[in-house]
């Protein structure tokens, strides 16, 4: 099994640039989530989905947007780049209380 | 905001040694608790669950938690340099969201 999938594993943006970050999963999960990882800093949840059409606010939503059209795809937007969002990103997925599956993470420097 | 805290690192032992890691967390209606690992550059790898009170043993790790003072310990016996790596707590409730720690980088020294 494939699992979690993320892509891309590393993207440079400039400053007010707009990129999706993908994520999908092959498990069937109906809970997903977006963190993001800074160093030191453990991770923090930026949005999160029950199931297909379903998705709220974390802790860090703030220039950031999501969708969920399918079960298994939870892409990540970002709107207007900034330094700030400079971060290691994960997306992760869980079928039941026990636990996520997280992808491989993709590392995003704003410059 | 839920908070969970982990005892400051980073953490050094001898191998054959045992690490034990601390974390304590802010949110009383916290009820499952998670260890993972997570090595240098790479993803969180899930090493444990725990609900209930006490102890829980899987291989060389234990995990403990104490509802009452609201604290989750994880022991790594006969330390190994392969656990050489950062260790993530995290909790959560019935929402399954879990709120994640700082993390504690161990170092086994060979």
């Known amino acids: 099994n494939a699992g979690v999938t993320q892509t891309p594993k590393f993207r440079i943006l400039k400053i007010g640039q707009s990129m999706t970050l993908q994520c999908a999963q092959d498990m069937n999960h109906n809970y997903m989530y977006w963190y993001r990882q800074d160093p030191g800093m453990g991770l923090k949840l930026i949005y999160y989905s029950v199931g297909a059409g379903i998705t709220d606010k974390g802790e860090v939503p703030n220039g950031y947007n999501v969708s969920r059209s399918t079960t298994e795809d939870f892409p990540l937007r970002l709107e207007l780049a900034a330094p700030s969002q400079t971060s290691v990103y994960f997306c992760a997925s869980s079928g039941t209380a026990d636990g996520y599956t997280f992808g491989s993470g993709t590392r995003l420097t704003v410059v | 905001q839920k908070e969970v805290e982990q005892n400051s690192g980073p953490l050094s032992v001898p191998e054959g040694a045992i690490a034990s890691l601390n974390c304590t967390y802010s949110?009383?209606?916290?009820?499952?608790f998670f260890w993972y690992r997570q090595y240098s550059g790479k993803s969180p790898e899930l090493i444990m669950f725990i609900y209930s009170n006490g102890d829980k043993e899987d291989g060389r790790f234990t995990a403990q938690l104490n509802k009452a003072s609201q604290y989750v310990s994880l022991l790594i016996r006969d330390s190994q340099p392969s656990d050489s790596a950062t260790y993530l707590c995290?909790?959560?409730?019935?929402?399954?969201?879990?709120?994640f720690g700082a993390g504690t980088t161990v170092t086994v020294r060979a």
């Open positions: 995290a909790g959560g409730s019935n929402d399954y969201k879990l709120s």
């Open positions: 949110d009383r209606g916290s009820q499952s």
